[in-house]
């Protein structure tokens, strides 16, 4: 099936950024749509940012005009550009991946983002 592998975590001062990555490998052309969640201590997982197989986007509110989620279909991987980062961006980020007939989905091991104030 699909394998996901994340990665580009790290710790950074407010303000800084970071990018990260996710390596899609299987059956990657049944992937309709793919998605970064992040789960910070203590509350529930939610959704970041998202883009389907024809390059449409969506972004929470929270990361609206300083995250961006790119693809790079030779390399099958998606990216999550972050920048302005602050401390209450801290979490665990999970790439995730749909076919979008609600038949399956696959998630990624998650990858730490830390952010000092």
């Known amino acids: 099936q699909v394998q996901l592998v994340e990665s580009g975590g790290g710790l950074v001062q407010a303000g800084g950024s970071l990018r990260l990555s996710c390596a899609a490998s299987?059956?990657?052309?049944?992937?309709?749509?793919m998605d970064w969640y992040r789960q910070a201590l203590g509350k529930q997982r939610e959704l970041v940012a998202a883009?389907?197989?024809?390059?449409?986007?969506n972004y929470a509110d929270s990361v609206k005009g300083r995250f961006t989620i790119s693809r790079d279909s030779d390399k099958n991987t998606v990216y999550l550009q972050m920048n302005s980062l602050k401390p209450e961006d801290t979490a665990v980020y999970y790439c995730?991946?749909?076919?979008?007939?609600?038949?399956?989905?696959?998630w990624g091991q998650g990858t730490q983002v830390t952010v000092s104030s």
């Open positions: 299987g059956n990657i052309f049944n992937i309709a749509a």
């Open positions: 883009i389907t197989k024809s390059g449409s986007t």
């Open positions: 995730n991946a749909v076919d979008g007939s609600g038949y399956w989905e696959v």
